[in-house]
């Protein structure tokens, strides 16, 4: 009973404190139960639709040629093999969306009545169709992507280019397509009708057409036999080298790696987002630490009555325990609850970019096992801080046995009338050093983070996003046929300098080649010294260098100046690493070299064409004249009709703007919890001050100055944190991106403005906070 | 003939508890002279203080007027009450208050900086000089807590008179010293008073009210006694004493 009343006291008398804690704790779990929850929501609803549609471990994209008889065979023979399932699919590769070229990998599926495992989402996009209604021929049903990629919608029309004519298609509705679904994945599945789909085939090209739009393919889904003890990658590779299969893919993408590849988005934004809060828990335990520290100091003469009432040091411990855990619990438990809407909201927010149906199902177990491991790791820190309450005695507490106000003469500036106010606030600061580390620790922390956060979407831009993928800067992309030859570049730059000089030029292809046994996506450049982003040795200049990602040197167990064997169909050749570098193409797994060296095996040809001009405003006059003089090798086309990126730049932009309202919310609380002690622990001064003459106004700003100049120390602290870490710590949440050496460019906003957000709301807050200092009278000082 | 400097009208102030009213001042008529040294006694809980707090602008009184240079501070508004004790009123508190993180010279000096008319080397210089004349000067760096009972509240008189106050108030200045301190402290004052500065101040101690030149007695919120005394001089204060005290024995004090 007694352990209750004091309990019950012991929250009424710090209010504030309580609901403070209470706050930051609810911010925090309802973060975490959201991360893991809608990360978990969206795993298992790929895995459950996954085994709905029948996908293989391993699907590979096989051109359909007479010789894939023997191999489908040996694959089938295989002893790691349990099945092997095949569709057909036709390959497009010139198709219009709603009037936008298509920048995926696009295959053609028929759609089987009866047989149709993907679901049709309703109009609302909150569910599915209970029964919807079959193609008809001219219709066309999309994955869910689509809606964002090329901003289509139900009726919108898909135009299939092929040699013999167009096809136009009705977008009958949206498709959750769980394999190759996401936004971020490259090669898109639709699904026509068996009329529909015999017309086409019927206008496959022959791979010696020059313009091949059609194409006939082959999907083998591969499914790993139980027995199997190899990991799929494994699996894959001894595939490969029993059955010689991916000399015959244009691709092959393993299912784990789909739903890897399906949840990078959501795996980034949380990787930030549990980062940030791991930070925002740090500051709860120093914010907890000196709420503690001060509430020991300032109760103390109730601590030595207690003891002196025979309260032990134990019992007293535990009710200070107990009154932080309970404050710590009910914020959990809100956060936990509260968590629940914001689950269905990020879930339709990341619904467009992983294509899959949000479900708001709460992760109970993770979640509440997550909060229920910060709050013992919270009790325990709090139980070992109270040890304090030993040092206190009955007799020196009751006594009023402070500890004496020092400062340190270093920091010691004379008061003087200039500059009267920011003086005595920043004695008011020295004076009590201690109390404001923690404030100071807790601004660096702040101010790193939304660092952190700016220079990473500042360097999200359109631009470094292409060039990340492989792309270059360019004003006019062209896309070349197999008439194009390197060789005609002169002539064709030669008619572009007439209306614009070129100011750069690159001619590239993009392959899926072999390295030691297994397929990777591999980048081709006319002119290999324009690979922008090698971190480490230097670009291939010889024919036989090749440029690779530090993720996927890792995944060869490869180092700079060794040796790999690429081969793509039947030939081969060993390939030197000359340096790394850094590419988003299939989230870092992925390798550069030159035409001249890709030709060792093969006879590749430049795909692409990125021209750079002097006079950007001629950009249409000169597409328009490409497509008149070299039509018949080229398509041209204004480079900015490319890649879609605002869809990244809008996440981060979003996970920005979500770390600074909680940093802003966090500063608030603990401005407040700050400065309502300081208030306590001051109000003889503050009466002292107003007898002297000072009005309420001025020493609120005197407050609110300490409180800014704190910022403005802790924002000192977060910037050098930000030059040693900042790097580091984008490079190691990017990984799964294949961003592994990141730059950050520092700009005066990326510093400051975090900074001086952060000093606003420092002193706005404190300003705020110290409202209680207008009902302080001098009238206080006088004994009765 | 005297010359007023501050007079109170109908003063009254009461509390209301527990919808049980008490009336602490009860119609006080009461004026201050310049240049006089005027104490308030009385029993405890009569209303010294609150009487104190009500003349200085420190508290609101319930009813009354308080009048100074023609005004009723009573009706002030913060911002003019903090202009009042900035440069016409003075405090000196039993407990001394000053701030703990300035140092002695710091605590004289800061209210002299409010006053926008005085400049920085004038302030410093009288800080300096009343520090001198408090005996303080050697000590002027440290920080209260560094110093004894009787230096802080010599450096709290100092501080009270930095911006030459027309009217210094004293609540119970010597209530927290020894003897030795609180003869220093009276000195202190009563030579404040010689040299023009007017002062009321509330007292229990017999001989800190034997310095005034008026006693104004209150019992249950209400004067009911004034005795005027000779100016003070440390020769007589025998017979000040044995006046005094008939007088406040009439009184039943």
Redesign the interface.
Known sequence: METFILLRAGIRHKKGAFWSIVVLMFIITFSITAIISVNGNIKSNLEHAMAEADVGDVVAFVWATPGNADMVSKIRENAQVDRLREEEALTATSITINGKNSTNHTLLQRYVPGTFQYPVFNESRNGFEKSPSPLAKGEIFVPLSYASLYNCKVGSSLVVKTNAGENVFRIKGFIQEPFVGAYFIGIKSLFITEDDYSELKARVDSETEAVQLLLDYRLLHIFQADSSELTVPQFKKQLHAETGFLDYSFATLLKEDSIRYSQIFTKIGAGILTAFVILLFLIVIIIIGHSISTGIEMDSVNIGVLKSQGFTKGKLRQVLTLQYLSAQLIGAVMGNLAAIPLIKWLGRIFQPITGMLATADVAVVKSWGMSLAILLLGSLFVFGKTARVGAITPLRAIAGDREPIYFDSRLNLAVTKRGLDALIAFRQFTSDKKQYAALLIIVGILVYFMISMTLLTQSMTPQSVRESYGNFQSDVALTLNNRFTLDQTAALEEEIGKLSPVKSSLYTANFYLTVDGSEYHTTLYNDPTKIKSVTKGRAPLYDNEIVVTEVLAGELGKALGDTVTISYRSGKADYLISGYYESMNDVGRSLAMSLAGGERIYPMKAQEGHIQLAKPDEKEAVISMLNDRFGTVLTSKDAEDGMDVDLISTALDGVTMFIFAVSVVFAFVVVFMVCNRTFLKERPNIGIYKAMGFTSVRLRLQFALRFLLISAMGSVIGILASGMLSNRMISTLLRSLGITNFKASYTLFSLFFPAMLIGLCFFVFAYLASAKIKHVTPKELIVE | MKKPILSARGLCKSYAHNSVQTHILNHVDVELYEGDFTVVMGPSGSGK?TL??TLSG??HPTAGQVLYGGENIAAYP??KL??????QFG?I???M??????TLF?NV???G??NKDV??LE?NTRAKELLEKMGLVELMNR?P?QASGGEQQRAAIA?AVI?RPKLLFA??PT?ALNRKNTTEVLNLLSEMNKEGQSLLMVTHDLRAALRAARILYLEDGKLIGELSLPPYSPDDEKSRETQVNAWLSSLKW
Not at chain 2, 82 to 87: E, F, N
Not at chain 2, 97 to 102: A, G
């Open positions: 203080s104190l707090y420190m508290d913060e911002k903090a202009l009042l004790r900035q440069g405090f508190f039993q407990q208050h000053l701030v703990t993180n300035l710091e000096a800061v209210p900086y409010l400049s920085t302030v920080l807590s501080r911006s609540d119970e209530g």
